[in-house]
Structure formats: structure tokens, C-alpha cells
């Protein structure tokens, strides 16, 4: 944290937490194995406990809200939509991005929608707040965290999947669209991260007004208007956590997905490898959907030898599966 930021981060959530995140930053330098995941779980714990300090009595007050209003009737979206976010409209430069769209489009069920939101067509689909915006516009929000919102939005408004504009598909995913919630589920994940596989934020999906995202849209919300620093980066996944300990329709929801598409990071671990069919077998074993990154630096061959992202690029995705 610079000091400006601890400073506010102070003022905003106090000296313990300020001072705990200060201490957890030198520890991670120098700890590893089950003393660092302890020290993870601590971190997640300490902010748990600031948010059901602060947002307990919201969450009650906003379930109840839930039944009363009708909202609690779930219903299967008009279309199987598919969610992603490009701010600039310019994911088509991007050679990543521009493969992984094209395996979506070709995989996704036959009645489903892809929608790109981007700035020029988001307030057709969200209903975003005001304040949100005047925040994102003055930097107090940045869009990677922006984006986050968006996508709760989506789900909460209309219902379908989200998926992140990085996600790669080999092979039909229509079983995402069957339930009242799905997400890739990945059990035994490190405590490093919130979720710990239980869901992850992107590749994430539900009917038409679930609870869940009925929840986060308002949690998001609420926070915003109070607050002007994050409380930690993977805000989305403290808010999914408090929910799934809090609200027992959450966790219910989250816990009745069975695990899937396990090797989910697997290819983007496995990108500077030598390509080979067994390689690429292996990893499609069990997975039809790989999170990639855009930002990767991954060459194309090796001393000549064409790498796994050389042959994710080079091939035309209609005719590699």
C-alpha cells in the first residue's frame, strides 16, 4: 500500500485492519506452505468480520425485501444469454481475446446469445447507480472492479452466464444453463484466495432474479455509497463469501453444483510447453471451459518447436475439436 492509501484505508476501515494488511504483505514474503495459509485464512477472516460488523443487519433487511417484493421468483431468462465485458469495444486487436470469443460462439448452445457489453451499450442491459459511475469516473473505482459490478448486474437483471472474456472452450457447455446456479468448481484450490473452488467469478451463472445476485448488485451498491477504498482487491469474493456464511439460500445455491472442469487453469499453466497431441488431450479430459490471460508473454515456438499457445493461435477453432 503507498501511504496515501494507507491513510485512507485507515480512515475508512481502522487501524486494526490497516495495520493487519501492512503486516500480511511483509508475511507473504516471507512464509510459505500451511503457516502462509494461515495466514490467507486470517486475512479472510479479519475482513469477514468487518463485513458482518457492517452489513448484517443490510443483508436481513434486503432478503426479507426479497420475499416480500416477488422477487424471489426465479425465471429462466427469455434467452440463454452469455455475458462479457470489453470496455473499449476493442477486443478484436487482441489475438487472445479474438480466439477465445470465436470457441464460445462455436461451442455455446444453439439458442443462446452472446452480448459484449461494452461503454457504448451497457446502460441497454444494466441498471447501474449513479453514484457507481461518478466513482468509476473519478478513478475511485477502477474498471477491473467495475467490471465486477457489471457482471452481478447482468446476472441480477437478466439472468444467464457470465463468462470472462479470456475463457477458452473445446466443447459444449449447455449443462452451465440447467440450473438455478452454476459456476466452475474446482474443490481442494489454495486458501490463497476466498473462494477456495467453490465458485469462481469468471465463469459464473444463474436464472433470471436469484438471490444471489439480487444480493450482491445491492451489497455492491451500499458499499459504494459509503465507502471509497476496497476493502481488499477481490472485493467480489469477500461479498460472495459473507453471503455464502449469512444467507443460507446463498450457500445452498453455491454448495448443489457438483465440481467441474477441474483443469480449468491448466492450459494457461501450459502455454510455453511443447505442443503435442497427449498435452492437449490430457487437459480436455475432464474440461471443456480453460481461463486464459491476455497479458500472458508466451512465445509462439521454441529452438523452432511450436509451443501450446503457438498452436492455440495458429488453428482455426472450427477445425481443431
Known amino acids: 500500500m503507498g501511504r496515501q492509501h494507507n491513510v485512507l484505508y485507515r480512515k475508512e476501515f481502522g487501524f486494526v485492519l490497516q495495520t493487519h494488511a501492512r503486516f500480511l504483505k511483509i ?118 472492479h467495475f467490471s465486477d459490478i457489471v457482471r452481478v448486474t447482468a446476472l441480477a437483471d437478466r439472468g444467464g452466464l457470465w463468462l470472462d472474456a479470456t475463457i477458452f472452450a473445446t466443447a459444449d457447455f449447455s449443462y452451465a444453463f440447467e440450473g438455478p446456479f452454476w459456476s466452475i468448481k474446482k474443490p481442494g484450490s489454495t486458501h490463497k484466495f476466498v473462494p477456495r473452488g467453490r465458485w469462481t467469478i469468471y465463469a459464473i451463472g444463474s436464472e433470471k432474479n436469484s438471490i444471489i445476485f439480487y444480493l450482491m448488485k445491492e451489497l455492491f451498491s451500499q458499499y459504494w455509497a459509503h465507502y471509497n477504498v476496497m476493502l481488499d482487491y477481490f472485493l467480489v469474493d469477500l461479498f460472495m463469501n459473507f453471503l455464502y456464511e449469512n444467507v443460507e439460500e446463498v450457500k445452498t445455491l453455491i454448495d448443489g453444483v457438483q465440481p467441474n472442469n477441474i483443469q480449468v487453469l491448466g492450459m494457461q499453466g501450459s502455454l510455453q510447453d511443447f505442443w503435442n497431441p497427449s498435452l492437449v488431450d490430457g487437459l480436455m479430459k475432464d474440461t471443456q471451459l480453460f481461463k486464459l490471460s491476455w497479458k500472458q508473454q508466451v512465445p509462439v515456438t521454441i529452438d523452432e518447436k511450436m509451443t501450446l499457445y503457438g498452436w492455440f493461435l495458429s488453428q482455426d477453432t472450427a477445425k481443431i475439436f
Open 27 to 144: 508475511c507473504k514474503k516471507f512464509t510459505k506452505g500451511y503457516l502462509k495459509e494461515q495466514i490467507y485464512d486470517r486475512d479472510h477472516a479479519l475482513k469477514g468480520a468487518w463485513l458482518r460488523s457492517h452489513f448484517s443487519d443490510t443483508i436481513s433487511s434486503l432478503v426479507a425485501q426479497y420475499y416480500a417484493t416477488g422477487s424471489s421468483s426465479l425465471a429462466k431468462p427469455s434467452k440463454k444469454y452469455i455475458w462479457m465485458f470489453w470496455w473499449q469495444a476493442n477486443h478484436q486487436e487482441l489475438p487472445v481475446i479474438r480466439t477465445c470469443i470465436d470457441s464460445i460462439k462455436k461451442h455455446m448452445p444453439d439458442d443462446a446469445e452472446l452480448i459484449i457489453l461494452t461503454k457504448d451499450n451497457l446502460a441497454e442491459y444494466c441498471s447501474i447507480p449513479d453514484h457507481i459511475y461518478k466513482k468509476l469516473e473519478t478513478g475511485i473505482i477502477t474498471l477491473t
